[in-house]
């Protein structure tokens, strides 16, 4: 039998991505990821409800996320889902449910502003005219 666990997320960044490197030189990077629905209540009332994601970033996908990723940008994000336990301070059972992008089949693609350092100046027709165009078949 096949099985399956991907997970596709376009949403933005919630703040600048944490690095992190163990014992080994393997390196990661975690970052949260908002995704935001937004529809019209039986009222005609505008609603929204946003979700956030927990995204954790290993192997050659960790050097995209330092250079380009930043509080604010539009990222596709495609991983596998994972729920880890824990126990917290107090000593309490608890569980977070995460977003591992890592191997062959993870991807990191960063869609608009926020996106890039200051220092470094966006190529013409960068990835942001592409999610406008995008985005505007969604709405």
Same mark, same amino acid.
């Given at each position: 039998?096949?099985?399956?666990?991907?997970?596709?997320?376009?949403?933005?960044?919630?703040?600048?991505?944490?690095?992190?490197?163990?014992?080994?030189? /393997?390196?990661?990077?975690?970052?949260?990821?908002?995704?935001?629905?937004?529809?019209?209540?039986? /009222?005609?009332?505008?609603?929204?409800?946003?979700?956030?994601?927990?995204?954790?970033?290993?192997?050659?996908?960790?050097?995209?996320?330092?250079?380009?990723?930043?509080?604010?940008?539009?990222?596709?994000?495609?991983?596998?889902?994972?729920?880890?336990?824990?126990?917290?301070?107090?000593?309490?059972?608890?569980?977070?449910?995460?977003?591992?992008?890592?191997?062959?089949?993870?991807?990191?693609?960063?869609?608009?502003?926020?996106?890039?350092?200051?220092?470094?100046?966006?190529?013409?027709?960068?990835?942001?005219?592409?999610?406008?165009?995008?985005?505007? /078949?969604?709405?």
């Amino acid at each position: 039998m096949l099985n399956v666990n991907r997970v596709t997320l376009l949403g933005h960044v919630g703040r600048d991505p944490e690095l992190h490197s163990n014992a080994g030189g /393997d390196r990661a990077a975690r970052f949260s990821l908002a995704t935001t629905e937004r529809w019209k209540g039986r /009222d005609g009332e505008a609603r929204e409800r946003t979700e956030w994601h927990r995204i954790i970033v290993f192997g050659g996908n960790v050097g995209v996320v330092e250079r380009l990723v930043r509080k604010g940008a539009a990222v596709l994000v495609e991983g596998r889902l994972t729920v880890r336990e824990y126990t917290d301070r107090e000593d309490k059972p608890r569980q977070a449910t995460e977003i591992i992008v890592g191997g062959p089949q993870g991807m990191v693609n960063v869609l608009g502003p926020g996106a890039a350092r200051e220092s470094e100046e966006p190529a013409a027709g960068t990835a942001a005219a592409r999610l406008d165009a995008v985005t505007a /078949d969604w709405a």
